[in-house]
């Protein structure tokens, strides 16, 4: 499993080539697909819906 934030230092790395599961924050899925999104604003998580680029989202129960 691998566990990446959506900040400048993921800039380096290419994670798209893992073949592992990847656990994402926010605006992660504009640049790739993650199998979980863990989105920490009410704004990331509409866009995050509108988007649909994860395979499941987490947030506080009352922005779903």
């Known amino acids: ?3 990446i934030g959506n900040g400048e230092s993921r800039k380096e ?4 080539v893992s073949g592992m599961l990847k656990v ?3 605006a992660i899925f504009r640049d790739l697909y993650v199998n979980h999104l863990i989105c920490c604003d009410k704004r990331m998580v509409l866009e995050a819906q509108k988007e649909r ?3 499941a989202i987490y947030t506080r129960p009352d922005w779903v």
């Open 24 to 26: 994402g924050c926010n």
């Open 1 to 3: 499993m691998l566990v």
């Open 13 to 16: 790395i290419d994670i798209s």
């Open 53 to 55: 680029n994860y395979g």
